[in-house]
């Protein structure tokens, strides 16, 4: 919406300095330039500038769900227990899950995720096919006691999130309402300007089948993802550890004994195989009874150290040889295939909290069981190996070295099947009559994650520099001058804003040109317009953020080159 922000008027403070806390380029900057303000840890207020971006992100986000035929809804953050109880969530969501009660005493949560809500929901609204297939979405404030919220707003405790649901009769129509959503994604993606890689992920808390990630590739980033220079493949590597690592003729793949410690932990077996403990290293293969169980350690961050050793070392006690492989390739290959996630012979859940659920895969008699629990289901015997992708290791699609690199999880998309829907008896009465069990997807967005990975990939060592679908403003207008450069900004300002631009001002009285580009370079609008010493014969200077290039033209060219 064309208007004009003036600086003189507006609430900004920025800051010369990082501030102290600060680990990551875009929450140095999103902090300095005053777009963002922490409230607590992981807790962040945005700020006029902030929240212009952020509602851009938002507007856009929107239409390319509205193109795709997805309802807006707005369900409650304050939810009863009850639901998450049904689906075994309330227990499994682990430390993560803000727990609450109410005057009475009763149980609460603050929503991490709603698949069980818009299950209930569609209960509730839906009861034929006719009312099928039908796809939901909201914007909405969601809530996550983050182990460690560092980062800004990368990995906030509060955060928002577009989330969406889908609801199908037939396994045809997920297929479909999985390829809209993914087709949406990389329009959107695409329109905000960012880099991104879609990649084969295992589907983790959620449960499900098949489930992709989309990726902004950026030092900052939490998961690391392997990239083939060759080919279109891409996967997070906890994806493709056993993929890399197959079975070779002596039934060995990747294994090898180790030099036993008394008690191996993450940091022992890091060690030995030359890692860092936080770095790529994903999963811990344990041998319960002759049955072995891969654990997922949450590699791509730092791993609570005390409580996996809770977990592990009273029982680790033996070393698993080659030879428990042999034969075994299954548990080393067929996780990721060209297609993506093709066959999943046991997925590691990774919830290290103590007394939580964190296993899904067979128990010890061999049957498929989900919610196993380390420690009461059975006793966690012996300790195997570690295995980890590294850079070089073959692609599974073409056989090329693989890249390792650093990225930021900006959306996620999953076929759910039909968990939630078992857990809520969720059926509409099919053509013929009978009874039909509802199909699920569940598709998430971090939108305040993504203004942060839109920082990290495209300022520079002077600031900020937004694409213009998402920037606070069209066109930075900066008074160089006194009075009467003011005066001349602000009639160009709003000649622009009749044009149907957003303008930012730089209207301040006192404040010297120095310190006024600096700020613009920093705020990182894609387009600078300076009314300086000659703009009382009509000349302004317009500089493009970006590229840094700069001309000198009459306001008229400046205005019409912006339009
Ligand atoms: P991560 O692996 O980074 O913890 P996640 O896999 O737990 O993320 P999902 O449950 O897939 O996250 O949620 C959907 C999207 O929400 C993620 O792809 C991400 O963009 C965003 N998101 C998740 N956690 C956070 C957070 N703590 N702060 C900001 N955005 C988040
Ligand atoms: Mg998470
Ligand atoms: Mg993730
Ligand atoms: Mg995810």
Redo the contacts with the bound molecule.
């Keep these: 919406m064309a208007q004009v922000t003036r600086m003189s008027k507006l609430m900004i403070k920025t800051l010369r300095d990082d501030p102290a806390d600060a680990e990551v380029l875009s929450h140095k900057l999103l902090v300095r330039a005053g777009y963002v303000r922490r409230t607590a840890a992981g807790v962040w207020s945005w700020l006029p500038l902030g929240l212009k971006v952020l509602s851009n992100v938002e507007r856009v986000v929107r239409e390319e769900m509205d193109a795709v035929g997805a309802q807006e809804v707005l369900l409650p953050a304050l939810l009863p227990r009850e639901p998450y109880e049904a689906t075994g969530r309330w227990e499994e969501y682990g430390a993560e899950l803000f727990r609450l009660k109410d005057r009475k005493g009763a149980d609460y949560l603050l929503g991490p995720?709603h698949e069980e809500i818009f299950t209930q929901l569609v209960k509730d609204q839906c009861s034929s096919y006719k009312d099928l297939p039908v796809i939901l979405y909201q914007i909405q404030t969601k809530y996550?006691d983050?182990a460690r919220p560092r980062a800004g707003?990368?990995?906030?405790?509060e955060?928002l999130?577009k989330d969406s649901y889908s609801f199908d009769t037939a396994d045809e129509g997920l297929a479909e309402s999985y390829a809209l959503h993914r087709a949406a994604y990389q329009r959107i993606f695409e329109r905000l300007g960012l880099d991104y890689r879609i990649c084969a992920a295992t589907a983790?808390a959620m449960g499900g089948s098949k489930s992709e990630?989309f990726l902004a590739p950026a030092a900052a980033g939490?998961?690391t993802f392997a990239d083939c220079p060759n080919c279109d493949y891409a996967a997070n590597t906890e994806a493709i550890t056993y993929a890399l690592k197959p079975v070779d003729a002596e039934g060995v793949g990747a294994v090898e004994e180790l030099d036993t410690p008394d008690t191996p932990t993450i940091e022992t077996l890091a060690a030995h195989l030359g890692v860092e403990a936080s770095a790529t290293l994903k999963n811990l293969l344990v041998k319960v009874d002759g049955e072995i169980f891969a654990i997922g350690v949450p590699g791509d961050r730092e791993v609570d150290m005390d409580k996996v050793e809770a977990h592990f070392a009273p029982a680790l006690v033996e070393l698993v040889t080659a030879e428990d492989f042999e034969g075994r390739d299954d548990l080393v290959r067929g996780y990721v295939g060209p297609q993506g996630l093709e066959k999943v012979t046991y997925l590691a859940d990774p919830r290290i909290a103590p007394g939580t659920s964190w296993i899904t895969g067979a128990n010890k008699e061999g049957k498929h069981a989900k919610n196993v629990v380390a420690g009461r289901d059975f006793e966690v015997s012996e300790y195997v190996d570690v295995v980890v992708v590294q850079e070089g290791d073959p692609c599974p699609s073409c056989g090329a070295g693989l890249k390792l690199d650093r990225a930021i999880?900006?959306?996620?998309i999953f076929q759910l099947g039909r968990k939630y829907a078992d857990a809520f008896q969720l059926d509409v009465l099919g053509q013929n009559g009978k009874p039909v069990r509802v199909t699920m997807g569940s598709y998430?967005?971090?939108i305040?994650?993504a203004v942060a990975a839109l920082a990290e990939q495209s300022a520079d060592d002077k600031g900020l520099v937004w694409a213009a679908e998402v920037a606070p403003a069209d066109v930075h207008v900066v008074a160089a001058g006194k009075a009467a450069q003011i005066e001349l900004a602000l009639e160009v300002s709003e000649q622009l804003k009749a044009k149907g631009l957003r303008v930012l001002v730089d209207d301040r009285a006192g404040v010297s040109p120095g310190v006024k580009f600096t700020d613009a370079e920093l705020i990182g609008v894609p387009k600078i317009l300076v009314a300086g010493r000659r703009t009382a014969e009509g000349v302004v200077e317009l500089k493009d953020r970006r590229t840094g290039e700069r001309e000198e033209l009459p306001v008229a060219e400046a205005v019409a080159r912006l339009v």
């Design positions: 995720t996550r983050e707003v990368l990995r906030g405790r955060f999130m983790g990630e939490e998961d999880e900006i959306g996620h998430g967005i971090g305040s994650r």
